[in-house]
């Protein structure tokens, strides 16, 4: 009802719109017996032309009534789903990771478009149709009683029944669109997976997997929908047969009392009226059949959206929230993590860790180490479980979100360009970046080497999530849009990892010129990567099992050597070749040199 707001005027003048159409749509079929009457006794034209002055009055006042009705019921509705959609986005803007983790993707875009279209309908058929069909129904039924008398008494009857009848098969069939909507959230979901991993699918041949798996989602909800309206169905055929029935009774009724009284107590004309009343009874109780079957499908809906309303961010900003970070220094003070209250294992034990302003982190560790989670801490994507983080010598819970995260820059190894031109890109940093600053940006995170040869430069088109650029080439540019923000912290979760060595170290040799003030911490698979850093942490099951320089690491950690060993072995096979292939070339050149000192020794 919040999401009303603007659109209140629209939402109070439908109801009362309905009402003047319903007032004239009623008045008509009176006045219509009482003409029918005048021409029985042999009224003139001249006599019977303000009768049908009236009805022609009454009809168009009724389509004034109605179509102004639709208009103010169609701003009503149509600004109700776009506060609605605007509510529900900003809402999932505030949530924090564990809250998008209790939603998925899919499953919010289910509700963004199909839930909130169910409730966008209801909304339209509640102020409108249901205002309009009990009234009909209640007018109808008083003037075809003061019309017919007890003749009428006949609709009385059935009202009950159908209304019985109604209910009972919308009791059957909410239990069926509680569980479609989640089937349509697996619908979504395979959709969304199989296009966003389409080049996976194609390489690997796996379109008749990705159709039949989609065609099975599909037929799920056809399934349900089907028996849905199965029982739906049902509603149509009972009524007719009900209001049916009541016409062969008032038919009986009617021709036996205008016959045994001579017209006097029952004549033709209130016999039209009562069936027109009556059409107009059954009109009605189709129309709030459909209203019961669509808020029985949009009560659902409506439950799903205030899932996401009602959610409260785990995230919250304090009361007083400090607005600057004095500079990059970070602290771990005996934090631990795990993602949820339910899980069992810790993803983070006893991590103490102090990182001076301006250092350069390397961090690496085994798949599943839990070197991600740990960084995700600092910008407060997720809250510690135990212990506190430090920024600048400030719990990350006292700070202003967004004052936190302008200085705390992530680039993921996963990270997401978004539709709009490689300068667009990149400004997310900075929106007030020069086009100058762009492209030292880019130079310094070696983007230019390949942004220079596209026809348009700065100006190239990105599609939605960097399709048309390589996994080096998005990866680069999400440094370069990283480093336009200068931030007092800068993270980067392996995300080098699509780039050669030699283009890694210039890149890194960039960061130490550009940000020399900047801590920087450096997630890597490859040693080659954080070898020169000041320290290297070593994580390994949620903890860190050592922290030191490369030689120190090399000297007394494990974990370290046994590494370095493994990613330099190929490096010192190779190495041996080109040392043999160098040896044998020395050695063809001596051959050579001496034969030719023996060919000028015998001339």
Partial sequence: MKSIRDYKPYTIATPLLVLGEVACEMT??????????????????EELLPTSGLLVLLAIVSLVFGAAAGITCSHASCGFA????????????????????????????????????????AFMMMIRIAVRSPLVLVFAFVMAFAMGGSVAMVYL??????????????HLVRPIFSRVFHKYDALNESVEENVSGMRVVKSFVREDYEKSKFARAAQDVCADFTRAEKLLAFNNPMMNICVNGA????IYLGSKIIITTQGQAFDIGQMSSIFTYGFQILMSLMQLSMIFVMVTMADESARRIDEVLEATPTIKAPAEPIREVADGSID????????????????????????????????????GSAKSTLVNLIARLYDATEGRVRVGGVDVRDYDLDTLRKQVAMVLQKNVLFSGTIAENLRWGDPDATDEEVREAAHLACADEFVDTFPKGYDTWIEQGGSNVS?????????????????????????????????DAKIRAGLATYLPQTTKIIIAQRISSVQDADRIVVMEGGRISDVGTHDELMRRCAIY???????????????????????????ATAVNAGAEKGGEADE
């Fill in 332 to 367: 771990f003070d005996d934090v631990s993590f795990k993602y949820s209250a339910r899980a069992e294992r810790q993803a983070l034990s006893g991590i103490d860790l102090h990182i001076k302003s301006g250092e350069t982190i390397g961090i690496i560790g085994g798949t």
């Fill in 28 to 45: 008509i079929p009176f006045v219509t017996a009482n003409l029918i009457d005048t021409i029985k006794v042999g009224a003139t034209v």
């Fill in 561 to 587: 050597r046994e590494t370095y060993t493994s990613q330099n072995k190929m490096g010192t096979d190779e190495s041996d070749v080109e040392a043999e292939e160098a040896a044998q070339d020395d050695a």
């Fill in 82 to 121: 776009k506060n609605l959609r605007h509510d529900l986005f900003y809402k999932i803007q505030t949530f924090s990771f564990a809250n998008i983790d209790d939603f998925s993707s899919s499953s919010l875009v289910t509700r963004l478009t199909t839930d909130i279209t169910n409730v966008q309908q």
């Fill in 157 to 170: 009857v059935i009202i009950p029944i159908l209304g019985f009848g109604l209910f009972y098969i919308i």
């Fill in 471 to 503: 996994g080096g080439q998005k990866q680069r540019l999400c440094i370069a849009r990283a480093l336009l923000r200068h931030p007092k912290v800068l993270i980067l979760d392996d995300s080098t990892s699509a780039v050669d060595t030699k283009t």
């Fill in 247 to 250: 016409f062969v009774v008032i």
